[in-house]
């Protein structure tokens, strides 16, 4: 808490018998015609004020802040705690154990590496659908998940019982957004600081882009890196300029056909359009009290989908009966309200309160709402759902390969009479009402013959935080599969089915209204409470599927209730992805394939022969919420969290190691001890200009950070794979990427490795390849590549296009870049986390001059580069921009300036240090 109160701020609130100290904002001019995120920021800095890093002029500029101007004014924003999930949060805790051992180096106390802000880590990315369509399927893949990952779950447990502030909440509990508006979340906080009782707004940094969940509840936070998330932790704010943000008016109400999932890719159409990377999103509007929360948590959820910071629902009544629903105390919600109506962080009240200036303005009408869903690849590409067999076959030629012979153009296909196939049960090459088609028998292992196609489903999850948090998707889901098994119907067999609830409340609020049964009877049995499918945890198809798929390379399909579909993610085996609500997703399990129209194609016939169409099973909204209303209630939440940081008898079993610092196993391949301090003083190196660099990889628009850092299953012929294998790791025990997060050596060999990265040094090659210079220019790995550039002392650069690093925050899209050597990322634009992450790791994020790129200045990445300029930041100041000179083999040179996309003097500092870590832990042993 700041020493300094330069407006007053500082006095008490009474709540019944109860006394809390607070910063009130009124005696902050302007305050009141602030949007109620901005609010929330404005009272963070009044009771952070200290004078020197956050001072009464950073507090004018809020109270004043031109909603039309572009963001020029620095802030210091320190969250009140930090949420974090196992694959981002392992490397988190690796990291604060290893700090713990260099303080020790540089002869300071270990034990002060601790979190200074509440941090709460929760296990849900590490369960995959091993074992799907049985009864036994939960409690064999929480076994498979126990022994593939039993040394992070070690070290965490570790780290629960060595740091303070930090707690786990253990595997087979829930999604971390999920447990976060169930549970974690305060809306308002309460802490002992200094011997005061301070109450303040809820704010949370995560290591997962999804945090912007919590903002359903009023709650402002945001994905960032784990890297940003560690500095959280440790005390550090986090450096931002104050943003623009967006009003979003909300009018109407949901059709009845309709569900809160179409709004959510609709909202995330119209904002991905309008444009909102780097800006605030804030709903108001009557419509907004016509929103349930768990449709503002899904709508929060889905803010990185459409690129914006956060996109929040200011506190009301709705939240006041959600806090009370989910077991908050009577204390803790009295507080909420009377704390939102003295700060006027209540959502309009009345027509006195005054209207809330915005930068922009878009409004929603929800009665226009139609059914939908998003894809092939990704979540802002919706198509309302009765264009979706068209959508489909429009799309469907561009993920064919065609044998020689064929034209390979989409036009050539002959289109045959409706109704009518091309070719019996033989596998054949032709087309099927006009679109690609390639039949291929498969006999399984239950000895079921079938044929399969391109588009057909090959996997129909229910699975995300984004959905499963929310009662209204996730009974409409469970209603129809009761319709669907009453009329007769049935999943086809070459369906991957599976159901991953985001928290244990689904379960019972399933068991209570007794859907289970019809659920299970379609295939859609409990698999473990984690993010699943969504983030590539899907499993593998059935074997013999999966080679059929292969051996004829099918175009199938994933449909599934995530946030993600960009390209590779879901399985190595599918091509195009899905999204869609949950009751969507059992509807295209009973059709088999994307090839298929609901409104005139029947899923199936009943007992007496009769047709049976979606519309005939979609169950009634009314029927749902009667439903809802029977079959949730209070003690099912106070119950399921009643002791949720004790984890069952496995978590409770597991032998922990003790001691302030790790006790490191050399041998493991799971945690090892990162190499960032190695060697590190307590001075400073001077930042150096780069030359002689060479281009790793020259890469297009939209790359992701997907594309980037390592995610899904380790392959056997990969740089990673060969690591594994060479320390006697078999294939089947390989586990994923993002289990394996908290060893660096798996990790730097799958940066950049994804499957389908294009990278343009290479025609026509997708994977992780790129050309070695030093070796003639010949085509290997980018692990590879990169070691041999570091034997012969060559800095590295990468090259791209627009929106670089879009998608996930991921620490590993950075900590892989700066450890294989890149010194430098020249793009056209960067997604905001990333760009953020690479400067704190030492790598500097450069822009194009405006309007340029690699193409229009000629350069294919076959030059030498040299960037000069960069020792400015020597002097203490940051340059605008640095001369980059493009050498080319024949000696002609390519030169321009490029922006230096070190946006605030922090991050200057953190680039000075060598990263964000290194000046944390300077910063820490001086003190």
Not at 173 to 182: D, F, K, W
Not at 317 to 333: I, K, M, N, P
Not at 903 to 912: C, F, K, L, N, W
Request: charged share 25%; hydrophobic share 35%.
């Amino acid at each position: 808490m700041g020493s300094v109160d330069s407006f007053k701020a500082k006095g008490t609130l009474e709540v019944g018998d109860q006394s809390y100290e607070i910063y009130r904002l009124a005696g902050v001019e302007g305050q009141e015609t602030l949007p109620y995120s901005l609010k929330v920021l404005l009272e963070n800095l009044l009771r952070t004020e200290d004078g020197a890093n956050i001072t009464a002029d950073h507090i004018r500029a809020i109270g004043s802040w031109d909603e039309k101007a572009e963001p020029s004014t620095e802030i210091q924003f320190t969250p009140g705690r930090v949420i974090m999930q196992d694959f981002t949060g392992v490397p988190c805790v690796v990291d604060l154990a290893t700090m713990r051992e260099a303080v020790g180096d540089l002869g300071g106390d270990p034990a002060r590496i601790n979190p200074l802000a509440p941090a709460e880590l929760v296990i849900d990315h590490s369960v995959i659908i091993d074992v799907f369509g049985r009864a036994d399927a939960f409690e064999r893949n929480v076994e498979i998940e126990y022994e593939r990952n039993r040394e992070r779950y070690q070290f965490l447990r570790w780290g629960q019982s060595a740091f303070d502030d930090f707690k786990v909440v253990p595997p087979g509990t829930g999604i971390v957004h999920q447990v976060n508006i169930e549970h974690l979340a305060r809306t308002v906080m309460v802490r002992e600081i200094d011997g005061e009782r301070v109450a303040y707004p809820d704010t949370c940094v995560g290591t997962d882009s999804h945090t912007t969940m919590v903002n359903g509840l009023g709650v402002l936070g945001w994905g960032v890196g784990g890297i940003e998330a560690e500095a959280a932790m440790l005390g550090q704010p986090v450096s931002m300029l104050i943003p623009r943000v967006v009003g979003f008016k909300l009018s109407g109400a949901i059709p009845t056909a309709a569900t809160a999932t179409d709004v959510v890719l609709t909202i995330t159409e119209m904002l991905r359009k309008h444009g909102v990377v780097g800006k605030f999103v804030e709903f108001y509007g009557e419509g907004v009290s016509q929103v349930p929360l768990a449709n503002r948590a899904t709508i929060g959820n889905m803010s990185p989908e459409f690129g914006s910071t956060c996109a929040i629902f200011p506190i009301d009544d709705v939240t006041l009966d959600y806090l009370r629903l989910t077991g908050r105390s009577d204390e803790q919600v009295a507080l909420v309200e009377a704390y939102a109506k003295e700060q006027g962080m209540w959502l309009k009240a009345g027509p006195d309160q005054p209207e809330a200036r915005y930068s922009e303005y878009l409004e929603l009408d929800l009665s226009t709402v139609v059914p939908s869903i998003a894809g092939p690849k990704r979540p802002q590409d919706r198509i309302a759902l009765s264009d979706a067999k068209e959508a489909f076959r429009k799309v469907l030629p561009t993920y064919v390969s065609h044998e020689e012979g064929d034209s390979g153009n989409a036009e050539s296909f002959p289109a045959s009479d409706p109704g009518l196939d091309d070719g019996g049960d033989k596998p054949s090459d032709g087309a099927t009402n006009g679109r690609p088609s390639k039949k291929v028998s498969v006999t399984d292992a239950e000895g079921r013959e079938f044929e399969i196609d391109h588009g057909i489903v090959s996997i129909a999850s229910i699975t995300s935080c984004t959905n499963t948090s929310n009662p209204s998707v996730m009974m409409a889901a469970a209603m129809l599969a009761k319709n669907a098994v009453e009329k007769g119907l049935s999943v086809a067999p070459w369906v991957k089915t599976s159901m991953a609830p985001g928290s244990k409340v689904v379960t019972g609020y399933y068991d209570k209204a007794g859907m289970w049964p019809y659920l299970e009877k379609l295939g859609f049995h409990l698999v473990g409470y984690g993010c699943t499918t969504c983030i590539g945890n899907s499993g593998p198809l059935n074997e013999e599927i999966s080679q059929a798929i292969n051996d004829n390379d099918l175009a199938v399909t994933s449909v599934l209730s995530g946030n993600r579909n960009f390209e590779g993610r879901i399985n190595p085996d599918v091509k195009m992805n899905y999204l869609a609500s949950p009751p969507l997703v059992i509807a295209y399990a009973l059709a088999g394939t994307m090839d298929f129209d609901f409104e005139t194609e029947p899923l199936g016939q009943d007992a007496d022969g009769k047709d049976v169409f979606l519309e005939d099973i979609w169950p009634a909204p009314a029927d749902v919420e009667r439903t809802i209303a029977d079959s949730i209630s209070q003690e099912m939440f106070t119950e399921d969290y009643a002791d949720v940081f004790a984890g069952d008898e496995r978590w409770q079993s597991l032998p922990t190691p003790e001691g302030d610092t790790f006790a490191w196993d050399g041998e493991s391949t799971y945690v090892r001890k990162p190499p960032y301090f190695d060697g590190m003083s307590m001075e400073t190196t001077p930042v150096a200009d780069i030359e002689g660099a060479r281009v790793l990889a020259k890469l297009g628009d939209s790359v992701t950070t997907d594309h980037i850092s390592p995610a899904g299953a380790i392959k056997n012929d990969s740089p990673a794979g060969k690591y594994l294998a060479d320390h006697g790791i078999e294939r089947k025990d390989f586990n994923s990427y993002g289990s394996r997060r908290g060893n660096h050596e798996v990790m730097i060999r799958g940066t950049f490795a994804n499957i389908r990265l294009k990278n343009l040094l290479l025609d026509g090659v997708e994977g992780g390849f790129t050309r070695d210079f030093t070796k003639g220019g010949e085509q290997t790995t980018i692990y590879d590549a990169a070691q041999s550039y570091a034997e012969a002392g060559t800095p590295l650069v990468i090259l791209s296009g627009k929106e670089y690093g879009s998608g996930s925050s991921r620490d590993w899209a950075a900590k892989g870049t700066s450890l294989l050597g890149v010194k430098a990322v020249i793009a056209e634009s960067y997604e905001r986390i990333h760009r953020s992450n690479l400067i704190g790791m030492g790598v500097m994020p450069l822009q194009y001059p405006a309007g340029q790129n690699a193409d229009s200045l000629g350069l294919d990445g076959t030059e030498t580069f040299s960037i000069t300029g960069i020792t400015a930041l020597n002097e203490g100041a940051t340059p605008k921009t640095v001369k980059v000179v493009a050498t080319k083999e024949s000696g002609e040179t390519v030169e321009f300036d490029a922006v230096v996309r070190i946006d605030t003097p922090g991050e200057a500092d953190y680039y000075r240090n060598g990263g964000i870590l290194q000046y944390v832990l300077r910063s820490l042993v001086s003190a």
